[in-house]
């Protein structure tokens, strides 16, 4: 009766919340797997802070 409360809804218009791209979620495949250094170039072969060898990617 008296207790339910009005739905809450977020202010933001649809348009908001439209795909823009950009980076991918998750670059935990692109990170050293020694020190977690993000490559400078994803052709790299060995990390540029510590110089453990990179696997390719795809």
């Given at each position: 009766m008296?207790?339910?409360q009005p739905e809450q809804r977020d202010a933001r218009t649809d348009e908001e919340?439209?795909?823009?791209?950009?980076d991918p979620a998750c670059w935990l495949n692109r990170l050293c797997p020694q020190c977690d250094a993000v490559p400078d170039d994803p052709?790299?072969?060995t990390c540029w802070r510590c110089g453990a060898e990179l696997h390719p990617r795809d």
């Open positions: 008296g207790d339910e919340f439209t795909e823009e791209g950009g052709k790299d072969a």
